[in-house]
């Protein structure tokens, strides 16, 4: 996956937007207001912050060198995501599980509106 390829992805969901609170160099992806992942798109190796259920984040870190805890992130809730390293479909569904994890923190309304109860 590129970096072009991971914003894109990034950006196909709902409500989804790119800033850059840290500096132009750090991409975060947020909906509604709340990040659901972060990179800097020009760095080699591409890398991305994604938010993890807790005992899924153990269980990827253990199974995939790929997959560290989330740098300068809560290491709880966050994994640092090698992109090469991985199959470009595995690193898709771990952009999807951050977002949909991130959404299902929001309020009920926005959910529904996301179209994810």
Not at 1 to 30: D, I, W
Not at 53 to 63: F, I, Q, S, V
Not at 89 to 113: H, T
Request: charged share 30%.
């Amino acid at each position: 996956m590129t970096p072009q390829e991971l914003r894109a992805f990034c950006l196909e969901f709902g409500a989804s937007k790119e800033e850059f609170p840290f500096g132009p160099e750090a991409s975060v992806f947020k909906v509604l207001g709340k990040m659901f992942a972060l990179s800097a798109l020009d760095a080699r190796p591409l890398t991305v912050n994604l938010k993890c259920d807790p005992d899924e984040a153990l269980r990827l870190r253990e199974e995939h060198e790929a997959i560290v805890p989330g740098w300068h992130m809560n290491k709880r809730h966050w994994n640092t995501v090698t992109v090469a390293d991985l199959p470009d479909g595995m690193v898709r569904e771990l952009i999807e599980d951050s977002y949909d994890l991130v959404v299902a923190g929001l309020p009920k309304a926005e959910r529904l509106r996301l179209d994810r109860p």
